[in-house]
């Protein structure tokens, strides 16, 4: 069984920093596509950041610039740094791991971690 824990979140002021982590346990990290996606209040999830097994990264438009993910696989972890934080970033950051196995979506979501942006 696969499970995803997300670590890092908390309370920071405008402008400053934090950096999440999610560690994979039960599977190879390097196996999966790996995403991080966030879900404010009254807001559907939407994603944040995503990185392959391959290493190829992606993020969104709102947050380019200030986030960057990658991943440790031999550390079956993957991060999200994330500067210059924003009220707007308030959200409860969800980590995601996908493959396909056959025709089959193995897709494995972690409890979430809040960040809370405010002064």
């Known amino acids: 069984q696969v499970h995803l824990v997300e670590s890092g979140g908390g309370l920071v002021q405008p402008g400053g920093s934090l950096r999440l982590s999610c560690v994979i346990s039960?599977?190879?990290?390097?196996?999966?596509?790996m995403g991080w996606y966030r879900q404010a209040p009254g807001k559907q999830r939407e994603l944040v950041a995503s990185?392959?097994?391959?290493?190829?990264?992606n993020v969104v438009d709102s947050v380019k610039g200030r986030f960057t993910i990658s991943r440790d696989n031999a550390k079956n972890t993957v991060y999200l740094q994330m500067n210059s934080l924003k009220p707007e970033d308030t959200a409860l950051y969800y980590c995601?791991?996908?493959?396909?196995?056959?025709?089959?979506?193995?897709?494995?979501w972690g409890q979430g971690t809040q960040v809370t942006v405010s002064s």
């Open positions: 995601n791991a996908r493959r396909f196995i056959a025709a089959s979506l193995m897709n494995y």
């Open positions: 990185i392959t097994s391959n290493g190829i990264t």
């Open positions: 039960g599977s190879i990290a390097s196996r999966y596509d």
